[in-house]
């Protein structure tokens, strides 16, 4: 069965530097989600869309942006890079509802140096 | 404060025996996932439950939703080497939230 896929899988970015991490989600699946996982933290809720609509905020940074586009794709945008950016990006996707279940995506690594 | 605590953190168990991992809270969820996860990668879905009461199987592994959908619990009978890992619980807080939150997850390493 497809999953969700992300890119790129691994990123290395200088401080002040902008950084486009991208996320194609489950056929069908219409809902985004976006989460950061810090070194040994549990993943924390940046920001989800559902049909190309901001559905829910979390903990996301002004610096940050994120959009989905007509064909459910997401791109989390990061600008200004600081080192404690440097986490484990994850988007998961689901259907649209309170009770779906979210699947999630490999992740995309970033180091900020 | 730590909306879902997870116990225990760490678990040491030899091969054969049986162990349960525990998911509180004192909200009330529309739905809780558990999950597992490996160093690097994403969380992969193990179960949903979403009714209170529900119990789901998935081999050894039982699921327990509790009545008032506040606490959940992860059973493994006769645990593997292959069950090591991280399990995390993740559940929605309220009809309308999409966010999923995390309790801190239990590393559960089984000896052979």
């Known amino acids: 069965a497809a999953g969700v896929i992300q890119s790129p899988r691994h990123l290395i970015k200088e401080k002040r530097e902008t950084a486009t991490l991208k996320c194609y989600p489950i056929p069908r699946h219409d809902t985004v989600y976006w989460y950061q996982q810090g070194p040994g933290q549990d993943p924390q809720f940046l920001i989800s869309?559902?049909?190309?609509?901001?559905?829910d905020k979390g903990s996301i940074p002004d610096r940050f942006s994120a959009q989905q586009f007509s064909d459910y794709h997401s791109e989390l945008n990061m600008s200004s890079l600081e080192l404690g950016d440097s986490a484990l990006y994850f988007c998961a996707s689901s259907l649209e509802g309170p009770r779906e279940t979210q699947y999630f995506g490999p992740g995309t690594r970033l180091l900020v140096l | 404060t730590q909306l879902l605590e997870q116990s225990p953190q760490f678990l040491s168990i030899q091969e054969g025996e049986n162990l349960t991992v525990y998911c509180n809270s004192s909200?009330?969820?529309?739905?809780l996932q558990w999950y597992r996860q490996e160093p690097g990668e994403g969380p992969v879905l193990l179960v949903t439950?979403?009714?209170?009461?529900e119990v789901k199987k998935l081999k050894r592994l039982t699921f327990q939703f509790g009545d008032a959908r506040k606490d959940s619990s992860l059973h493994i009978t006769a645990a593997q080497t292959g069950d090591t890992g991280l399990y995390l619980c993740a559940g929605r807080v309220g009809a309308g939230s999409y966010q999923l939150t995390f309790g801190k997850g239990t590393k559960l390493s089984v000896i052979p």
């Open positions: 869309f559902y049909e190309k609509m901001q559905s």
């Open positions: 439950v979403v009714t209170g009461g």
């Open positions: 909200s009330v969820f529309s739905s």
